[in-house]
Nanobody, 117 residues
């Protein structure tokens, strides 16, 4: 059974920082690409960042230079370090991993990030 569990969300002031964590189980973690998505009210879900099994990263233009995705394979955990947060970053953030052999994606339950003064 594949499970992704996010944590680390909360309320932060503009310009502040948060670090999100996602712990995976039920997969060979080191072999999988890991992603962070987010969805704000009234908007489509968007890809924020991704990291491959080889450590290559990609970021949405809106977060590039402010967010950093990383992984610790020994802990089966992917992180999203978020700095210089803006109100537009307010969203539910979801951990995601694709499973191509089963032709499906796995999703966590999400963690709320609210950036407000």
């Amino acid at each position: 059974q594949v499970q992704l569990v996010e944590s680390g969300g909360g309320l932060v002031q503009p310009g502040g920082s948060l670090r999100l964590s996602c712990v995976a189980s039920g997969i060979i973690f080191s072999s999988y690409t890991m992603r962070w998505y987010r969805q704000a009210p009234g908007k489509e879900r968007e890809l924020v960042a991704a990291i491959s099994s080889g450590g290559f990263t990609n970021y949405a233009d809106s977060v590039k230079g402010r967010f950093t995705i990383s992984r610790d394979n020994a802990k089966n955990t992917v992180y999203l370090q978020m700095n210089s947060l803006k109100p537009d970053d307010t969203a539910v953030y979801y951990c995601n991993t694709p499973n191509y052999s089963r032709n499906r994606d796995y999703w966590g339950q999400g963690t709320q990030v609210t950036v407000s003064s």
